[in-house]
């Protein structure tokens, strides 16, 4: 099998996952741990990841629990050195086997550093996993992904006092985890949920795929919670589709950052986080209206890692607070949240 890129490049390796063909957005991701938490991240729908670590699959794969969803989302596998066998006390059964399992192919014995550098310089590009050359590189990004990993039933978690509607676009389980608390009730919503008619306290916007301006419904709603004064926390595309809701703009990133070791500087303390990471798109400051404010700015590339509203309890963040996998140095932004509603 081969992962063939938009440019014409080609790199042949072995594959150790399922034998069909697949298109998608090549990334990368640099995490050196996770790929069971990684691969099951709803936000990396209609991609292709290369993981620049070099060995992946060395403790197999656990019970569902440690999943983030509840199947493998990206559209295939890229690594270096797959490690046929697995040593885990959790394991429950190879990825190589998991892989399969949910028909998504993979391949091993290609040079991933150079993929990398070559997505380093390019940026992001639109690739397949086949035998063959495809006749087309369809961009995933053009659809609605959000749509494709949203769940269409609401459900609840808890029974506390304080309802928190959660707007799933692709939301991660360490997400629920987090959130539920014994003061909390969660109301997990489709992305397109009216739920103005609900009775709920706080509004939380999901992590989740692709291009937020695809989410219109997603973002009406949320303009519904701002006139009703709801306090409003987001994550990810949560912190994008809050913005369009603000009539702020957002633009594609050129490579993305996606890996458990980005910083982030806070805006008052100017303290550096180093944060969990998993997006391709992000805000234009510049196009924030004067009533709102950056609250977080990423330390390589100045990017926008965060906003929040000058005087009304509206914020949210680019980067993931619940980790999963990666560094949990922004939980307390959770803990702010739910101790603002009590």
Known sequence: MKLVLKDGSVYEGKSFGADVPMTGEVVFNTGMTGYVETLTDPSYAGQILV?????QGNYGVPDKKFFESNKIQVSGLVVSEYSEEYSHFDAQKSLSAWLKECSVPAIQGVDTRAITKKLREHGVMLGALAERLPGKFPDPNDGNLVAQVSPTKKKVYGNGRIKIIAIDCGMKENIVRSLTR???TIIRVPWDYDFSKEKYDALFISNGPGDPAMCQKTIENIRKAMNANKPILGICLGNQLLAHAANAKTYKLKYGHRGQNQPCIEADSKRCYITSQNHGFAIDGKTLPKDWEVWFTNANDG????????????R????HPEASPGPTDTAWIFDDFIKSLI
């Open 182 to 184: 014994k003061e909390t």
């Open 316 to 319: 949210a963040v680019q980067f």
């Open 51 to 55: 993981c620049t670590y070099p060995l």
């Open 303 to 314: 990017s926008n890692e965060g906003i929040r509203h000058k005087t009304k309890p509206w």
